[in-house]
């Protein structure tokens, strides 16, 4: 494999993962409960 495409499909591969962590339910629930408990202070 060319070392150009592999280190694109890395790049790539790199964003799908940092797209999940950041849509995942637990990383919902981390940003949305500081925001409840600066809502009740």
């Keep these: ?3 150009c495409i ?3 499909l890395l790049v790539h591969h790199l964003r799908i ?3 999940l962590v950041v849509n995942s339910p637990r990383a919902m629930e981390q ?3 500081p925001d409840l408990h600066r809502g009740i202070d």
């Design 17 to 19: 993962l940092n797209w």
């Design 6 to 8: 592999f280190d694109a």
């Design 31 to 33: 940003r949305i409960i």
């Design 1 to 3: 494999i060319d070392d």
